[in-house]
């Protein structure tokens, strides 16, 4: 752990939340997840042994607990981990703000593009009374990681790597840094579709209520407006 032999707690603070990775655990452990898979998934290039010795860590500090649930150990915020979520999200709104939009192509992953939509897609706004299956079809990401199915049904949501077998509602194609920029409000669905960088096939409903269904990443009401 870094050590900048400060007595400052600015600086004390930043030696465990300042390490590489740390923030982004924690934002997992505040997203909801609380198995070692569910937050591995949303750090999908983060190595196994650094997730499991960055748990320790935090474990250590106070800031999470491991309790044994029914089957699995689960990691759980403490109230010291609990006071860190207005910080972790004011870091994200002050990136969505100030930050923007200016993607590098290392910074787009299909993977955690899906599983964000996810995690915040308005599952009480789809309907009620049948099964909804989202086919995203992301056409520039890699050959393993282009098709994806989103299941929604009796109010929970499953996301797919293979095909279900469910008849399908809607058909969603686009690129990665397309869809992205949807997600955290860099762009606009219309815009994408005029564009043809994005297209919709399916039932009029879904065409019509998709994005009401989906919402947006929780940061996209704070980027930087021109």
């Not at 997840?33 to 250590?60: C, D, V, W, Y």
């Not at 690129?175 to 399916?202: C, F, H, K, N, Y």
Request: charged letters at 25%; aromatic letters at 8%.
């Amino acid at each position: 752990m870094t050590n900048y032999g400060q007595y400052c707690t600015v600086a004390r603070g930043s030696e465990i939340l300042g390490e590489r990775w740390t923030p982004l655990v924690v934002r997992e452990l505040l997203c909801g997840s609380t198995h070692f898979n569910e937050i591995r998934r949303g750090l999908p290039r983060m190595s196994g042994t650094l997730l499991a010795q960055r748990l320790k860590k935090l474990e250590e500090m106070g800031v999470l607990q491991r309790v044994q649930g029914d089957s699995n150990p689960e990691y759980q915020l403490t109230p010291a981990g609990e006071e860190l979520r207005p910080i972790i999200l004011a870091i994200g709104h002050w990136g969505a703000k100030w930050i923007g939009s200016r993607l590098q192509a290392n910074q787009l992953d299909a993977g955690f593009l899906m599983w964000d939509i996810r995690r915040f897609a308005q599952c009480d706004k789809f309907p009620a009374e049948r099964r909804v299956v989202i086919h995203f079809f992301l056409n520039d990401a890699r050959l393993r990681e282009r098709h994806w199915w989103l299941v929604v049904s009796n109010g929970e949501i499953d996301l797919c790597r293979e095909d279900p077998g469910h008849e399908l509602t809607l058909v969603v194609e686009a690129s990665v840094l397309s869809l992205t920029e949807i997600w955290t409000g860099d762009s606009d669905p219309d815009r994408e579709q005029e564009a043809r960088r994005l297209i919709v096939r399916g039932s009029e409903r879904g065409c019509r209520e998709l994005w009401g269904w989906l919402g947006r990443s929780v940061f996209a009401a704070s980027r930087a407006r021109d």
